[in-house]
């Protein structure tokens, strides 16, 4: 089993739509988690943390529950920009600091078309 | 504001050749990293550092060597590449508190 899984995708939906990406790690121990966004021949970029009690930023909302290894993004009202590969990605580190080794989903692919 | 900075851009080598990937950041961070991206496969770890003259294996180290000499660069030796090795590869410089933050990698093709 992988350590992070994600459904690859692709993800293909209108502008305004809503769309969910689920990712399951394997290692309960982990003490972090982000989504990064990375574009076509582009190096990926923090998105936002996902924090226990779930967290917002604008159109994206991040769940994490602990006791089934879970993780979620929710894009709200889906924008042509939104389109990107979405990875999943955690700190596999029980102390907290990641020291620089992250775990990476394989990403999932969004399209938004008009 | 620099950030990381990785070169080269492209890369082509025949099989056997060596070459080096170069990565430097001016953040201070502590972390650096070395990964690689192949299709379907997400990124995965080469080497890590967590400070200079400290480097560890991550999960694919085979056929590659790291040294930290400075807290700034964090270079990534291929000794004698192989086909297999075609890949992306990104470096990353992560802080003590903070995200992990990318160069804007290498596409290296082995012939």
């Known amino acids: 089993r992988k350590e992070v899984e994600q459904d690859p995708g692709p993800f293909n939906v209108p502008e305004g739509a809503t769309v969910a990406f689920n990712c399951t790690y394997s290692?309960?121990?982990?003490?972090?988690f982000f989504w990064y966004r990375q574009d076509c021949r582009k190096e990926p970029k923090l998105l936002m943390s996902v924090y226990s009690s779930g967290n917002e930023d604008g159109r994206f909302t991040a769940q994490l529950n602990r006791a089934s290894q879970y993780i979620s993004l929710l894009i709200r009202d889906s924008k042509l920009s939104d389109s990107a590969t979405y990875l999943c990605v955690v700190n596999p580190n029980a102390g907290g600091t990641s020291y620089g080794k992250l775990t990476f989903g394989q990403g999932t692919i969004l399209t938004v078309h008009p | 504001n620099a950030g990381v900075t990785q070169t080269p851009k492209f890369q082509v080598l025949k099989t056997g050749q060596s070459m080096t990937l170069q990565c430097a950041q001016d953040m201070n961070h502590e972390y650096m990293s070395w990964y690689r991206q192949d299709p379907g496969m997400g990124l995965r770890l080469i080497h890590y550092?967590?400070?200079?003259?400290?480097?560890d294996q991550g999960e694919v180290p085979n056929g590659y060597n790291v040294s930290r000499s400075t807290t700034e660069d964090f270079p990534l030796r291929l000794l004698s590449a192989a086909p297999s090795q075609t890949s992306v590869y990104f470096c990353?410089?992560?802080?003590?508190?903070?995200?992990?933050?990318f160069g804007q990698g290498t596409r290296l093709t082995v012939v």
């Open positions: 990353a410089s992560t802080g003590v508190n903070t995200e992990a933050f």
């Open positions: 290692n309960s121990a982990s003490q972090s």
């Open positions: 550092s967590v400070g200079a003259g400290i480097t």
